[in-house]
Antibody, heavy 119, light 110 residues
Framework: EVQLVESGGGLVQPGGSLRLSCSAS????????IHWVRQAPGKGLDYVSD????????NYADSVKGRFTISRDDSKSTVDLQMSSLRSEDTALYYC????????????WGQGTMVTVSS | QSALTQPASVSGSPGQSITISCTGI?????????VSWYQQHPGRAPKLMIS???KRPSGVSPRFSGSKSVNTASLTISGLQTEDEADYYC??????????FGTGTKVTVL
């Protein structure tokens, strides 16, 4: 079974840092780009970042550029999202997502990990 | 880059058809046939309903269909059922941010 499991969320003060991790199983991890999508409480979906196969290319939303860093370890089938200089507007449920059967559609979603930025 | 624009809400009676629009700036929807649609029930992760404008993943009901015209993509739900009541989001592959989501539409079955 294809599965994504996020971890690392929690409560952090403004300006602080947090590292999210996504652990994958059930498919050939190295063959797929991995994406992060977030959803603030009661709000819509917001694209955050992605990393290509081999980690060659990375992409970030303007709102997180320079503060978040995405990386992958194909030997461990994990993707990390290092978040720094966190702001209250970064408070959200962070999903790890991939497109297994669709190149440009996200058909596998994790359960999400909640990040709360508050003093 | 701003989110794609969707109506805040759309409603219909059981058995009716409804259409949700998704309007984007030119670099997103117009130049790429890479629009996807997601259904999200409360407390659940989103579910892919349509990819690449009109491709339906395995297991998705044929009552869901997608289309695109100029700078507007659309999701049509035919034969509306109570379980279709959910939030729906479009998403497009664009140049500047790779992917951008729509503002979301709440579908209510009357």
């Amino acid at each position: 079974e294809v599965q994504l499991v996020e971890s690392g969320g929690g409560l952090v003060q403004p300006g602080g840092s947090l590292r999210l991790s996504c652990s994958a199983s059930g498919f050939t991890f190295s063959g797929y780009p991995i994406h992060w999508v977030r959803q603030a409480p009661g709000k819509g979906l917001d694209y955050v970042s992605d990393i290509s196969t081999g980690g060659v290319y990375t992409n970030y939303a303007d709102s997180v550029k320079g503060r978040f860093t995405i990386s992958r370890d194909d030997s461990k089938s994990t993707v990390d999202l290092q978040m720094s200089s966190l702001r209250s507007e970064d408070t959200a449920l962070y999903y790890c997502v991939i497109g297994i059967h669709s190149s440009y559609g996200f058909d596998i979603w994790g359960q999400g990990t909640m990040v709360t930025v508050s003093s | 880059q701003s989110a794609l624009t969707q109506p805040a809400s759309v409603s219909g009676s059981p058995g009716q058809s409804i259409t949700i629009s998704c309007t984007g700036i030119s670099s997103d929807v117009v130049n790429y046939n890479l629009v996807s649609w997601y259904q999200q029930h409360p407390g659940r992760a989103p579910k892919l309903m349509i990819s690449e404008v009109n491709k339906r993943p395995s297991g998705v009901s044929p009552r869901f269909s997608g289309s695109k015209s100029v700078n507007t993509a659309s999701l049509t739900i035919s034969g509306l059922q109570t379980e279709d009541e959910a939030d729906y989001y479009c998403c497009s592959y664009g140049v500047t941010r790779a992917y951008v989501f729509g503002t979301g539409t709440k579908v209510t079955v009357l």
